[in-house]
């Protein structure tokens, strides 16, 4: 079949084209069966397929290089029933630091191609058909009229399979449906598990519990186990968790590339359940895109704010309901584990494994410097010298990696903003100009008031470091705010301990059992327990042991720990 064959007709009018036009002008019902009307009349020898536009665009198939799109015009210019109908706008760029021009786009909303395909011609209209002025979802067809319905059937085929396929892109679920993000993908190819300050042996182990997941298809049906898993990253917010999870897609993105023969795996980001159909409607949208695109990595951030007491049961039952979800990983983060339902953190078949992120030791915030140190190398301004940074990591203990991110900053926005003027000039010009608001001016007079904290043990060549003088009052008064944050917990907590115990997730516990309890699983140790003195009392029958185990969890002998248990010491 040649071109020539499609534009015999073209010297008169186009019917389709009038139609459409004449159809829209008036009450909207039904405009495909109007379309489809059409097309059979004006083109009685030829077979009609519609495919509705979706995850198939043939239009961006072509337009990606695998098909030819030529658009057809009359040779009857017509100035009211053309055979096109675009819209163009001009798209700004979405950053003007990026110094972008923006670009122009062509929204179709009725228009005839020339649609060329391997060894295939077709012709094919694009049409949009939302009728009416709802809310309703756009809708827009193809129409392929062709001597061969089956070579039609196979085009929309493959062009399906590459419409769903991911082409350096990540899928991103928000406000109640999927869609491709190009930037995320951007975002996570500068993650690299090389820049993530973790424990070695930690860092170890979280890549190959991953690893070995993805590797381990075979292993999980030989032990006759559902090819399935479920990871909490927890902790105090800026210690790792996120940037964890992005190396992870980092280095799963590299599976299956650059002549890698492993499987690769794609990566599903959950931002959100809020939709227009409700939170029931997401998570059956997200599981349902999840075991389509299995294996696969699904990532839910902030666990405990997404998944909240409205949903959990229907959560649970998608996660471990009737349907397999073989091949999916999940990695929830979250910073306060206790917000999560038992159901959730503590069963074995959802999330059965564990990381905390604790704020870094002294070795760590050694190489967080080094790390700071690296960014600054081409900084003429900045000195940098080796040993700067184990006194920095000696006055940060106890801060997170967020914390030290701030000293940070906020020494090196300090620096900035004297232009290379000696300080007395800058604070008097700073004085001057901003006025008492100025944030940068509240910098500057609070560290005014702050004693250096120490840590160069008096090195008089450190001392000379402008760095090292600006870093010293940052982080002090980032302790300060850090020591308020902890009084006014202390205090809201010591309120509730008159009263002799605390409520916590529905559970009520005398506070000294409690303190008992926080200091056994965050040091694994206490100097007033033995490794067997706790009491379940579930009110059903005689209490169960507990056992602690060394690694900070809990085993009951002989029992089950529920949400609705009271704690009690073994006298």
Not at 88 to 95: E, H, L
Not at 429 to 456: F, K, M, N, S, Y
Request: net charge negative; proline share 5%.
């Amino acid at each position: 079949m040649t071109g020539n064959s499609y534009t015999v007709r073209s010297h008169a009018e186009d019917q389709t084209a009038r139609e459409y036009f004449h159809h829209s002008a008036g009450q909207r019902v039904n405009t495909d069966i109007v379309l489809v009307e059409a097309l059979r009349k004006q083109y009685p020898n030829l077979d009609l397929v519609v495919a509705p536009q979706g995850a198939l665009s043939l239009l961006a198939f072509a337009a990606a290089g695998f098909a030819e799109a030529t658009p057809v015009e009359d040779a009857v210019k017509d100035p009211v029933y053309s055979t096109a109908l675009k819209w163009r706008q001009f798209i700004p760029p979405a950053r003007r630091l990026d110094r972008s021009p923006g670009f122009m786009v062509e929204s179709v909303i009725f228009a005839k191609y020339i649609y060329k395909w391997k060894d295939q011609e077709v012709l094919l209209y694009v049409a949009s058909g939302r009728d009416g002025n709802a809310l309703s979802p756009h809708l827009t067809n193809h129409y392929i009229l062709t001597h061969d319905s089956h070579k039609a059937d196979e085009l929309i085929k493959e062009a399906t399979l590459w419409g769903v396929e991911l082409h350096n892109e990540v899928w991103v679920f928000d406000q109640g449906y999927w869609q491709k993000s190009s930037e995320l993908y951007n975002s996570v190819q500068k993650s690299n598990w090389e820049d993530v300050i973790l424990e070695e042996d930690m860092k170890k182990q979280i890549i190959a519990d991953v690893e070995n997941f993805f590797d381990g298809q075979e292993t999980y049906q030989n032990l006759k186990v559902p090819w399935k898993r479920g990871i909490i990253y927890y902790g105090p917010p800026g210690n790792g968790k996120t940037i964890s999870i992005k190396a992870m897609m980092h280095s799963l993105y590299q599976r299956g590339a650059h002549g890698n023969t492993k499987m690769s795996v794609p990566t599903l980001y959950v931002r959100t359940l809020t939709s227009f159909a409700g939170p029931e409607y997401s998570l059956r949208a997200i599981f349902a895109k999840a075991r389509q695109a299995a294996p696969c990595y699904l990532v839910f951030e902030d666990l405990d704010s997404i998944v909240n007491d409205r949903v959990r049961s229907y959560f649970l039952n998608e996660v471990d309901g009737l349907r397999s979800n073989d091949g999916i990983l999940m990695v929830g983060s979250t910073n306060h584990l206790d917000r999560l339902d038992p159901g959730i953190s503590k069963r074995p078949s959802r999330f059965d494994r564990k990381y905390f992120f604790p704020n870094p030791d002294h070795e760590q915030r050694v190489q967080y410097a080094k790390f700071w140190q690296g960014k600054l190398t081409n900084n003429d301004d900045v000195e940098f010298p080796d040993k700067l940074c184990p006194a920095i990591a000696k006055i940060t203990d106890k801060f997170s990696f967020a914390y030290m991110q701030e000293a940070f900053i906020a020494s090196l926005l300090a620096i900035a903003t004297r232009g290379g003027k000696d300080k007395e000039d800058a604070e008097r010009q700073a004085h001057r100009w901003a006025g008492p608001h100025d944030p940068i001016v509240a910098i500057e007079q609070r560290a005014a008031r702050v004693t250096l904290v120490g840590g160069g043990d008096g090195d008089p060549e450190l001392d000379k470091l402008v760095l090292w003088k600006e870093i010293q009052k940052q982080v002090k008064i980032l302790r300060e705010e850090m020591d308020k944050d902890t009084e006014a917990v202390t205090g809201s907590v010591s309120q509730e301990r008159e009263s002799g115990q605390e409520q916590s997730g529905g559970v009520v516990l005398p506070c000294r059992y409690r303190d008992e309890l926080d200091e056994k699983l965050h040091s694994g140790h206490s100097p007033n327990l033995d490794l067997e003195d706790w009491e379940v009392d579930d009110g059903l029958g005689p209490g169960q042991r507990y056992r602690w185990n060394m690694g900070g969890s809990a085993t009951v002998l002989g029992g089950t720990l529920s949400s609705h248990i009271r704690i009690g010491r073994i006298p």
